[in-house]
């Protein structure tokens, strides 16, 4: 996975789409996928988190190897970029179950990427418990995902990078599923039970997020060029 930063996110994500894309498609991956910022979703009420102005997209390839990556980051140069590369392990709790869109167009709804480190002194068996083991099924209760995509960072593939640990990608049908509490919570217009969900999602995630400056979130629009999503049909 590769987290791309530039000064002009908006320009430079597409031109991620018009040059790198074709690219990418010539060389030998397995899949691809493009996550360009969506500037015009506002999130703010969905997300207590920081932002990098200079976030401006994620490109995940699937290779046979990683040794294979080279080719790959050359195809992503595109002017002003800045590439910040990952080996990950994906885990898919949920795929779009009714996906009917062919590779190459957007995706209908959202998606909300989050990127986040480890805390310091906390054990992988309590981060992974907590993130795994109860988050994600809370995630499941209270949202209403349409597919949900979990990434645990393995190793920095470039200099410099930042040490996220974890990069997670959770999709909605619609973008007032994501912007508007009441749903986001699922809260079917009582506010009681959105405060209550909404602090269950905060208290849950602070005991493995770093909620001081180590947890980013971006809505995005995606792009599956090459996929192994299965569509409808």
């Not at 894309?21 to 691809?32: E, F, Y």
């Not at 040794?67 to 990950?88: S, T």
């Not at 480890?118 to 068996?125: F, N, S, T």
Request: aromatic share 8%.
């Amino acid at each position: 996975m590769f987290v791309i930063r530039s000064p002009e996110p908006e320009r430079v994500g597409r031109a991620l789409l018009a040059e790198a894309v074709p690219r990418l498609v010539s060389l030998d991956t397995l899949a691809l996928t493009i996550d360009t910022l969506d500037p015009s979703i506002d999130i703010s009420r969905s997300a207590a988190s920081s932002a990098d102005p200079e976030f401006t997209g994620l490109v995940s390839v699937w290779v046979d190897s990683v040794d294979h990556r080279g080719p790959i980051q050359e195809a992503l140069l595109v002017d002003q970029v800045r590439i910040d590369g990952y080996l990950v392990t994906e885990s898919m709790p949920l795929r779009y179950p009714d996906r009917d869109w062919p590779d190459g167009q957007a995706t209908p709804g959202p998606v909300l990427l989050t990127l986040f480190t480890q805390p310091e002194g906390l054990a992988d068996d309590a981060f992974f418990a907590c993130w795994h083991g109860s988050h994600t099924p809370l995630s499941f209760e209270i949202h209403p995902l349409w597919r949900y995509e979990r990434n645990v960072v393995v190793r920095r593939l470039t200099l410099g990078a930042p040490l996220w640990r974890g990069i997670v990608k959770e999709s909605f049908r619609r973008v007032e599923d994501l912007t508007d509490p009441m749903r986001l919570f699922s809260a079917d217009g009582d506010a009681n039970r959105m405060k209550e969900n909404a602090r269950r999602s905060l208290e849950d995630g602070a005991r493995f997020l770093d909620l001081d400056g180590g947890v980013q979130t971006y809505a995005l629009e995606e792009r599956i060029i090459r996929s192994f999503e299965p569509r409808a049909g």
